[in-house]
Every structure is written in C-alpha cells, then in structure tokens.
C-alpha cells in the first residue's frame, strides 16, 4: 500500500552535513506521521525525528536536536533528514517509516510501512 525507498547516504567526516530522502508511494493523507530512525552495529533501533504531514513542526530525539532537521516536500510527497554537524556516533543505517494511524509516536512498534534504509558512515 505504502512504499518508501531512502537515499543519500555516504560516508561523511565528522562534522560534515548530509540530507537523506524518503520517496513516498502514492499520496500522503494529512494524518499520516513520517519518522525517522536508526540502527547502529549491535544496538537497537533509535528514534531520531518525525513530522505529521499537516505540520510544521517536527519532534526530535535528543541526540539530534539541534543538529539534524526533518522536512517535508508535499508537492513531491518526499521526506528528507538534513543532517549537519555529524558525530562518529551518528553512524548507522537510517530509515524512513510511515505511521498511517497518526499516532505520533517515537516508538518504532507504531510504523506499520519502513523503508530499505540507507547506510550513514562519519568517519574522523
């Protein structure tokens, strides 16, 4: 129903910046929330930001607050994260994942449709 295919990640040097992107299938209701997240080696799925496509206003975990920025192209129905200021410990794969409920959650358990991820690698 929902496919969401993430680009633009790389391999960056600590304190460079990247923007990824999430194509969205389809149109995007207004309710829908689109989070973002991501799994270093060896942890567990992170929250790192998300958006209700009718608002402006994203929540952000707190390991990214003030450096990374969530957005929203409605015309495109795309989804960015504009990373700035990265640390080593940013790295991991990073996905994108729609919330169709509008529940507006950080838990992962709360995303019914996930991207493939794209990998972020900061390196010193």
């Known amino acids: 129903q929902v496919q969401l295919v993430e680009s633009g990640g790389g391999l960056v040097q600590a304190g460079g910046s990247l923007r990824l992107s999430c194509a969205v299938s389809g149109r995007i209701l207004s309710h829908y929330v689109m989070g973002w997240f991501r799994q270093a080696p060896g942890k567990d799925r992170e929250f790192v930001g998300n958006l209700r496509w009718s608002d402006t206003r994203p929540y952000y975990a707190d390991s990214v607050k003030g450096r990374f920025t969530v957005s929203r192209d409605k015309a495109n129905d795309a989804f960015y994260l504009e990373m700035n200021n990265l640390k080593l410990e940013d790295t991991a794969v990073y996905y994108c994942?729609?919330?169709?409920?509008?529940?507006?959650?950080?838990?992962?358990?709360?995303?019914?449709?996930w991207g493939q991820g794209t990998q972020v690698t900061v390196s010193s």
């Open positions: 994942a729609a919330d169709t409920a509008g529940w507006g959650s950080s838990e992962q358990r709360r995303y019914n449709y």
